[in-house]
Structure formats: structure tokens, C-alpha cells
């Protein structure tokens, strides 16, 4: 499409959307702005649970969409996965009753994390953290773009993803939804990742792609507790150069909502941030998206945070914030409140008009305006060997090896195993929460077509060279951390007359809140299990399946091989199988720092003065000394790689100059294998001390034995940048080193320069 066609177009869509709203009446436009969730529309004993089978009931349908003119619903009913028959039966309902009633079609939202989290038969990929592993955004941008046809297939346009929170804290509970701690991997993997939701054209949305919906505007990942929904402190430099350059470069790319951070920032709600909601996404960027809130978070200015004096008054704080949308998702008071606000001038209709547009603009975005609902006959690719054969490849390469003492690992072929500990025999344990429901524990009533790790290794390694006894397991009806009275004498028994201990140790599922930890470290029958298999004196083989970096600091040295899964999906057993044999190399590279203490939590890009080794001379020797257990990045592979020939095209340059590196890789082993070149820059001096490295670049390449290829990797002078004390963007004048695998070279910028604007 032409450029002077898309702007007659989209001029086109406004002056509908200006017609409309001025047909409304004040309470049209506040129900645009109100979203419930689906449980209040069904029958049953009240808003908060739904009688099964599931149905609508027709007098909460007159209440909402007749009353109150709602225009938005998210969730799933009774926290349940739900056929696409019953997706396409509710939303058709709920669609010709909103349009009865206003005309304007509902917008129906859900969180889709990792493939379509509430559709039964839907392709589930690694959470994001495995994601992130991979350093590969051209897998990254498939599995949306298939998660997205599927969502569709579910009848639903919007979806609450991808998360762009850092996960730099270990600590916190949704480390595993995120990319990871470093803000250029987010970056990248999350513009991958709206490309795959959105499609090309966000003004207008194909059938087969939805609205993305940015989480958790900003800085939710860092709480100064590492319990979630705690308060962060951030610098200011940090909040604009780290956290919030994500969010920039996908609201640029065209990422069409935002959902905001339900914690506190600075000491400011992120619902009641004006500077951060309206200067910062609406003004500085010209975002003209739809900005919504988290579940219950206006009510949360009230209850939790003892802003608000009354429900109104925290309706009134979020609303003048910025909030376009409000996930209440249970209280219908929430639209008598807000019209009242109007009338008695405590909100604007100017206020009110601007978000009513946004609202409006996404539905036409979306095409929901010519079709507001359609068959999943139409999808007929929902959880096709092809979607699962990407999701497969990512498991693939996500999957990281830590370490391989002694080769130990591939294993051959007729090797006999015990298959022990908690996660060994679990698909709740390789998704993770976000599957099937919110903590993920239906995880076995959805899944059972797939493999655990004990069933992939049995069809992989035959029935009989394949025992499983678990010595430790979870109390699948508790808590995500209770574990039943372990049974570690049985494994032990069982290690008797087989070659290698597969030991899969790490966490049950969890989401959220009721996913916060009290110490970092594995579990104390899981590290007594590790302790007493590896007295046996047979190799054990740890296979961590985890959410976060669980300490393993005491069992890591009885382990001849470790092996990271992340949260893999439902193929990430068979792809486990795969790497032991060596079918597939591994090459999956950590996406956060792996701690070795519970006090020693760093991130990659911490300042000079936090270096391992590095001590102060003399009386005033501060001992700051930080060790990890694997550095982020790291990642092995059955065979070698060498780097020759780092080339850098310029050994000055000045702002608006980009920066050519070239290298060659060669693969010196005897085995394929994928490799992630990354490139690393040092700023070596500045006007506020530096980072000691940064990631600036990557490109991950396939390599066959022999082979070598050059790769070239591009940075814009102005991404050297950093923000200064003043919250300015500057470039000096200056050397900066930049890396590649073991080779290094300075560069020089000879001119400095300070941004006047917010963004570079």
C-alpha cells in the first residue's frame, strides 16, 4: 500500500471514529473504556466462577453490554482451557448482544504467553526466557506469527504479550516471562515478536495476526524485594536507557496497546504515573495506541497503595494518569463512577473523547467493524505438525549446556539411565504456568499426548535401558515449592545396574504472586537427592527445569554434565532426548546472569567497581568481589568454534556514523553446530562510570565441520550512547572497546553530543 493510501485511509478511519463519538453518549464512551472478564457474563453462583459446561447468561449479557455498554472482555472462564467450539459460540454471542445494544463491536483480549495459553490443542512453545536463549529472532517472530494465527483460530484479536519487563533479578517470580536482563536482547527478540503478532500493516491488522499488548510499562522486574508487585528504585539513567528502550523501539515499530506495570516505581504507582503513561509513551513517542491496565490495579491505588480515598478517586487518578482501559475485571461500578467523575469535572471530556478514540481505533485497526467474529473453520491449522515442528526448533535451541566434564555428553546409543527427581516425569514442570491456566497446574489434563522427560528418553533409549524412580516429588495439590516426604533411599536403590543418572531437578509451576520464593536455592530434599545419587559414584546428569536460577552451587561439582531446559514447552523432553544423543548440538546461550550465592546477584552489565577480583589497594581493601555460577551468554556446544580476523571499518567515528564489524568463525570440531557471535562494546571512560560491557549486536549462524563464514554486525554510533545524570541522552568523545568471542579492538569518537529531545 502507497503511503498517500494508507494516509487517506487512516483519515478515513478517524473521521468514522469522529462520527461515532459524536453520536455517544457519556455513558457509551465510559463503557469503551470498561473490560470485564468473561466469568461475570456466565451463568453460575457470581462474577468470580462459572457453572460447567460454561454458558452465558443472558441476564449478565442485558447488565453489561445492555446497562453498560461495555467494550472489552478478557480471560477464560473458570480459569480453563476452552475448545475453539466454545470460543467461537461464546465470542459470536457475546459480539451480536454488544452490537444490539451500541454498534460497536467487542474487543476481546487474552494473555497468550507462550502459544495460546486458554485454547485447548494449541502449539505451546518455550516461555520467553527460553525464547531469549535461543538469540535467534527469526524464531523468535514464527512462533508469534503462530500464536497469533492461533489466537485468532480462538476468535480473539488481542493479546496480552509479549512481556518486556528485564528480568535482572533472579528473585522475582516472572523471571521466566521475560527475555531475560539485557535490555538489547529484549529489545530485539521483542521487535521479533511484534512482528510475528502484528503482521506488517498495524493499521490494519490481517485475519491472521492481533493487537499486541506490551507488558509491564516499566521497570515491574526489578522490585527492590524481589517479591512481585513490590517497589523498584531505579535511576533515572537507568530507567530510560535500560528499561524503557524496549518499550520505545516496539511502540515505534507499531505495537498497538500497552499493559502498565502493577507496581510502584520511584515511590509512583505505575497507574497513577502521569509522566510516565501520558509524556513519556503519548507525547514524546506519539503513541496513539490503547493504554490498559493490569488486573484490578485501579482498585489497587485504593486497597494497596492508599492513594485514592475512596474507588472513585482511584478511578480518577488512573483515568487523568493516562489509563485508556481499565481491567477491572469484576466490579461493575467502575462505569457509574467514571460518568460521575465527568459530570461533577474531575475527569475532562477531552480526557475521556481521547481514550474512547484509542479504543475505537484498535477495533477498526483490527477489523472488527466488518467482522466481529468468524468460524475457526477458517484456521484449520491450529496445532499442526508444522506450528509444533517450530515449536520443537525452539525447544531445540534453547535448550543450554552449562557444562560437559570429560565429554561425558553426547551419550551413545543402549545407554541405560535412571530417570530420577521431581521434574523427571511431569509435563506441568516443562510449561510452566501460563498453560492451559494461570499457575499451570491442568498442565496433565491438556498434555498427554507429549513426552516427559522420562517418557522421551524411554522411546529414545528403548523401555528396558530406561528406569524411573524420582526419590523426590511435588505436592501437586499445594503450594508450587511443597513437596511430598521424600523417598531418596528408592533412587538410590534404583541407580543399581545402570550407566548415567539423568537427575531433572528445579521448580513446579507458578505464576505471579503465588510464585514468590524466600531463598534462592533448590530445595532441601532435591539437594540431599543430588548429594546422595552422586555418592553412587555413576555420572550424574543435571537437567535443570526451572523458571529462574535456582542456587546449585553445593551439587554443581558432583555433576559430570548440567543442562538448562528453562520452561521448554510440550517438546521439551523429546528435544532433551535429542541433545543427549547428540541428534541435535546444543546452542542455546544464557539470557541472565546464573548466580553461585544467594547475595552475589549481579547482572552482566554491572559497573567497574563490582568486578570479580577487583580490590581496592591497602587499608580500605573493600572485597568487592562477585562470583557467578555461569556468566550470561555462555553456552557450550559438542564442538568448537574459532574466531579469527576481527575487522572494525572505521577506528573513528561521530554521531549518526553506523560502525561495520566484521569476523570470521570457523567450526574446528567434527560436528554441525549453531553459534551466537555477539558483540560486546566497553565504554572506557565517561562523565558517570560506565558499564564494563554491553551488548550491542548478535547473529546466530549454522556451521558444518570445517566450515567458516564471515559475519558482519552493524551498531549505530548513536547506540553508544548512555543517559547522564540529567536524564540526557550523551555520546562522548572518547575510546570504546568492542568485542568479539576472544578478540578486541578500540575505536575512537571525536565528537561529543548531547540530545535535546527525550530519545535519540
Not at 629 to 640: D, E, I, K, V
Amino acid at each position: 500500500m502507497g503511503c498517500e493510501q494508507k494516509k487517506t485511509d487512516d483519515q478515513q478511519v478517524e473521521q468514522k471514529i469522529s462520527k461515532l463519538i459524536s453520536k455517544m453518549s457519556i455513558e457509551e464512551k465510559v463503557g469503551q473504556m470498561a473490560q470485564f472478564t468473561i466469568d461475570v457474563l456466565g451463568k453460575g453462583g457470581g462474577v468470580y466462577a462459572s457453572d460447567e459446561p460454561f454458558e452465558l447468561d443472558p441476564a449478565m449479557l442485558d447488565t453489561v453490554f445492555g446497562k453498560y455498554k461495555v467494550g472489552s472482555i478478557l480471560n477464560t472462564s473458570n480459569n480453563r482451557a476452552r475448545t475453539t467450539e466454545v470460543w467461537e459460540n461464546t465470542i459470536k454471542i457475546i459480539q451480536g448482544k454488544a452490537l444490539q445494544e451500541t454498534g460497536i463491536p467487542v474487543i476481546y483480549g487474552i494473555d497468550a504467553i507462550h502459544g495460546v495459553t486458554y485454547t485447548a490443542g494449541a502449539t505451546f512453545f518455550p516461555q520467553q526466557i527460553g525464547m531469549a536463549a535461543t538469540f535467534n529472532p527469526e524464531l523468535m517472530e514464527e512462533g508469534s506469527r503462530i500464536a497469533a494465527y492461533e489466537t485468532r483460530a480462538s476468535n480473539i484479536p488481542w493479546n496480552f504479550s509479549p512481556i518486556l519487563d528485564l528480568g535482572r533479578d533472579p528473585r522475582w517470580p516472572r523471571q521466566w516471562e521475560t527475555f531475560g536482563e539485557d535490555p538489547y536482547l529484549a529489545k530485539v527478540m521483542g521487535l521479533a515478536s511484534v512482528r510475528g503478532y502484528q503482521g506488517d500493516n498495524t493499521n490494519h491488522v490481517d485475519p491472521n495476526h492481533v493487537a499486541v499488548s506490551l507488558k509491564h510499562y516499566m521497570g515491574y522486574g526489578v522490585p527492590y524485594s524481589g517479591k512481585d508487585r513490590t517497589p523498584a528504585v531505579i535511576t533515572e539513567s537507568d530507567l530510560r536507557e535500560k528499561h524503557f528502550e524496549p518499550f520505545r523501539a516496539a511502540v515505534e515499530a507499531g505495537a498497538l496497546s500497552i499493559m502498565v506495570n502493577s507496581g510502584i516505581v520511584n515511590n509512583v504507582n505505575g497507574h497513577a504515573n502521569y509522566r510516565l503513561l501520558t509524556e513519556w509513551l503519548k507525547e514524546d513517542l506519539n503513541f496513539d495506541g490503547v493504554i490498559v491496565t493490569d488486573w484490578a490495579d485501579v482498585q489497587n491505588l485504593l486497597s494497596r497503595d492508599h492513594i485514592a480515598k475512596d474507588y472513585k478517586d482511584a478511578i480518577r487518578i488512573a483515568i487523568n494518569a493516562g489509563i485508556d482501559m481499565v481491567m477491572e475485571p469484576y466490579n461493575l461500578r467502575f462505569c457509574d463512577a467514571l460518568v460521575q467523575l465527568v459530570k461533577e469535572g474531575e475527569v475532562s471530556q477531552k480526557r475521556i473523547d481521547d481514550a474512547v478514540r484509542r479504543v475505537l481505533r484498535l477495533k477498526f485497526r483490527l477489523g472488527l467493524f466488518d467482522r466481529p467474529s468468524w468460524s475457526r473453520s477458517e484456521y484449520p491449522d491450529l496445532g499442526s505438525p508444522q506450528h509444533e515442528a517450530i515449536a520443537k526448533a525452539a525447544a531445540d535451541e534453547s535448550i543450554t549446556l552449562l557444562k560437559n566434564e570429560d565429554n561425558i555428553l553426547p551419550l551413545k546409543k543402549g545407554a541405560r539411565f535412571l530417570v530420577t527427581g521431581p521434574n523427571a516425569n511431569s509435563m506441568r514442570t516443562l510449561n510452566g504456568g501460563w498453560s492451559y491456566s494461570w499457575q499451570g497446574e491442568k498442565v496433565e489434563e491438556f498434555a498427554q499426548q507429549y513426552n516427559t522427560i522420562f517418557e522421551a528418553l524411554q522411546k529414545k533409549f528403548g523401555e528396558t535401558n530406561v528406569k524411573y524412580e524420582p526419590g523426590v516429588t511435588y505436592k501437586m495439590d499445594g503450594q508450587y515449592f511443597e513437596e511430598n516426604p521424600p523417598e531418596i533411599h528408592k533412587a538410590i536403590a534404583a541407580a543399581t545396574g545402570v550407566d548415567y543418572i539423568v537427575l531433572c531437578l528445579g521448580e513446579n509451576s507458578y505464576c505471579e504472586t503465588p510464585g514468590n520464593l524466600d531463598e534462592l536455592s533448590l530445595s532441601e530434599n532435591q539437594i540431599q537427592l543430588a548429594l546422595a545419587l552422586q555418592k553412587t559414584g555413576k555420572p550424574v546428569i543435571l537437567v535443570l527445569n526451572e523458571g529462574r536460577p535456582r542456587i546449585i552451587r553445593e551439587i554443581e561439582p558432583g555433576s559430570k554434565a548440567i543442562v538448562q531446559l528453562y520452561l521448554p514447552g510440550n517438546y521439551g523432553a523429546d528435544a532433551l532426548a535429542d541433545i543427549l544423543t547428540g541428534d541435535v548440538n546444543p546452542s542455546g546461550k544464557l539470557p541472565y546472569t546464573y548466580p553461585k550465592f544467594e547475595q552475589g546477584l549481579i547482572t552482566y552489565d554491572h559497573k567497574p567497581c563490582q568486578n570479580i577480583g577487583q580490590k581496592m589497594e591497602g587499608v580500605y581493601d573493600y572485597g568487592a568481589e562477585t562470583a557467578v555460577q555461569y556468566p550470561f551468554g555462555f553456552g557450550l556446544s559438542y564442538t568448537t568454534f574459532e574466531y579469527t580476523n576481527l575487522t572494525i571499518d572505521k577506528k573513528s567515528f561521530v554521531p549518526g556514523d553506523t560502525i561495520s564489524v566484521t569476523v570470521d568463525v570457523k567450526n574446528t570440531g567434527e560436528m554441525a553446530g549453531k553459534e551466537s557471535v555477539m558483540l560486546f562494546t566497553n565504554d572506557l571512560v565517561a562523565s558517570i562510570t560506565p558499564d564494563v560491557r554491553r551488548l550491542r549486536a548478535f547473529r546466530k549462524i549454522n556451521l558444518q565441520p570445517g566450515e567458516k563464514k564471515t559475519v558482519t554486525l552493524k551498531v549505530a554510533a548513536n547506540d553508544l550512547a548512555f543517559v547522564d545524570a540529567d536524564g540526557k541522552w550523551v555520546l562522548e568523545a572518547g575510546n570504546f572497546k568492542f568485542q568479539v568471542g576472544n578478540l578486541a579492538d578500540k575505536v575512537t569518537c571525536t565528537q561529543t553530543k548531547i540530545w535535546d529531545t527525550p530519545n535519540r
